[in-house]
């Protein structure tokens, strides 16, 4: 676990090992990142939804990690004044691929769906023999930015 400052902004990263536990961890570790940036608790509702967006991408992107390139190494948070960004690093080449879900009501197929509904964007890059799955949003004062359902 680390944290470190870039620019105007502070960076925390988190190394990961398997998949036992590592969604709980993940947002354990963001829960804290948001309270000691001041962003929880919440001084309005509308922060409070932030702080809860923000969580369920977290589990999101993790647990696409677990299911689907063997479990993430990194985690890092990353928070400027108007955005903050996330990303979950694994060691498999094979980038994200959105699905349909085959029944709506039913659970799987459903992660991708969520970012692209909550984040103001997302994406992926190779890194060495693997791949970083990012996403970003607005800050608690900036969350109006995020994308708006069709």
Do not use: Y
């Not at 961890?25 to 000691?36: I, N, S, W």
């Not at 709506?104 to 799955?133: F, N, T």
């Amino acid at each position: 676990m680390g944290a470190s400052v870039r620019g105007q902004g502070q960076t925390r990263r988190l190394a990961l090992f398997g998949t036992k536990g590592v969604v709980s961890r993940c947002r354990d570790f963001t829960q804290q990142a948001l309270a000691d940036w001041g962003w929880t608790p919440a001084r309005s509702r509308r922060d409070a939804e932030f702080a809860e967006d923000v969580l369920l991408l977290v589990s999101e992107l993790v647990t696409n990690a677990c299911l689907h390139a063997g479990g993430p190494t990194e985690f890092m948070l990353h928070h400027t004044a108007d955005r903050l960004r996330i990303e979950v690093a694994d060691a498999s080449p094979q980038h994200p691929r959105p699905r349909v879900p085959q029944v709506v009501s039913q659970p799987g197929g459903h992660g991708l769906i969520v970012i692209e509904r909550l984040a103001r964007s997302w994406g992926w890059a190779p890194v060495g023999d693997g791949k970083v799955v990012w996403l970003e949003v607005g800050t608690p004062a900036h969350a109006a930015g995020k994308r708006q359902p069709p």
